[in-house]
């Protein structure tokens, strides 16, 4: 029986591709994700609203209080007018010069002079202790170190950042009547109260205002020394 002979089979060359699919599918994932991070930064970019570094102005800030994420206003004209006429009516006090000379007449008057003066400022610390204003949303009055203290009536009902979007707004109503060349917005604004921040900072902008705000501690009573009020804008 003759042998048969073997015949050696020739393989085509071939190619794995499984690299090249790994590389081009990761590719396509991390195109995906960019394109999918810069829609959203495109939508989302109408919406931000930067918040500069803190600036000095000769402007005078108009106050408002953000709390239960509602807007309150601290510069009432109500409550500053009453303010206002309590210190044009107070008393001016001099405080005496020491005598230049040790004479008893010298002395007598001097001391004359220092009695006037007390019953001077205790006339005035009575008158602070004596004020009280309320506008249905702030009980105001003075500490005993002449500061201004802003306490929360109970009840009392700001707008929300829903109330604060719309065009009659009694927000709105307050910056018509302002003036953004001479006056900026200033918040006050309590841990819970940054989406009615945000609409109100919002606004105040869109009214061409410059706007500065401080964070202010949930339970602390808004007290105001008797240096004044400054919060710089941003």
């Given at each position: 029986?003759?042998?048969?002979?073997?015949?050696?089979?020739?393989?085509?060359?071939?190619?794995?591709?499984?690299s090249f699919l790994d590389i081009?599918?990761?590719?396509?994932?991390?195109?995906?994700?960019?394109?999918?991070?810069?829609?959203?930064?495109?939508?989302?970019?109408?919406?931000?609203?930067?918040?500069?570094?803190?600036?000095?102005?000769?402007?005078?800030?108009?106050?408002?209080?953000?709390?239960?994420?509602?807007?309150?206003?601290?510069?009432?004209?109500?409550?500053?007018?009453?303010?206002?006429?309590?210190?044009?009516?107070?008393?001016?006090?001099?405080?005496?010069?020491?005598?230049?000379?040790?004479?008893?007449?010298?002395?007598?008057?001097y001391l004359n002079e220092v009695?006037?003066?007390?019953?001077?400022?205790?006339?005035?610390?009575?008158?602070?202790?004596?004020?009280?204003?309320?506008?249905?949303?702030?009980?105001?009055?003075?500490?005993?170190?002449?500061?201004?203290?802003?306490?929360?009536?109970?009840?009392?009902?700001?707008?929300?950042?829903?109330?604060?979007?719309?065009?009659?707004?009694?927000?709105?109503?307050?910056?018509?009547?302002?003036?953004?060349?001479?006056?900026?917005?200033?918040?006050?604004?309590?841990?819970?109260?940054?989406?009615?921040?945000?609409?109100?900072?919002?606004?105040?902008?869109?009214?061409?205002?410059?706007?500065?705000?401080?964070?202010?501690?949930?339970?602390?009573?808004?007290?105001?020394?008797?240096?004044?009020?400054?919060?710089?804008?941003?």
């Open positions: 029986m003759p042998r048969q002979r073997l015949i050696r089979k020739k393989n085509h060359p071939s190619q794995n591709l499984d081009l599918t990761n590719t396509v994932g991390v195109l995906m994700f960019i394109g999918l991070f810069v829609s959203l930064l495109t939508i989302e970019a109408e919406r931000i609203i930067t918040t500069p570094l803190r600036a000095e102005t000769s402007k005078e800030g108009v106050f408002f209080e953000l709390r239960n994420n509602q807007l309150f206003y601290i510069s009432d004209p109500q409550i500053e007018t009453q303010i206002d006429q309590l210190y044009s009516n107070l008393p001016t006090c001099n405080r005496p010069e020491a005598p230049r000379n040790n004479s008893q007449f010298a002395y007598q008057t009695s006037i003066y007390n019953n001077c400022t205790t006339s005035i610390l009575r008158r602070l202790e004596n004020f009280s204003a309320e506008n249905g949303q702030y009980r105001v009055s003075f500490t005993a170190d002449g500061a201004l203290r802003y306490e929360q009536i109970d009840n009392a009902m700001g707008e929300d950042n829903q109330q604060l979007r719309a065009d009659d707004s009694q927000f709105s109503q307050i910056l018509s009547n302002l003036n953004p060349n001479t006056e900026y917005v200033a918040f006050i604004v309590r841990p819970d109260s940054f989406p009615a921040f945000r609409a109100a900072r919002e606004k105040a902008i869109d009214n061409g205002f410059q706007v500065g705000w401080e964070p202010f501690a949930q339970n602390n009573i808004l007290v105001f020394g008797s240096g004044g009020r400054s919060v710089g804008v941003q």
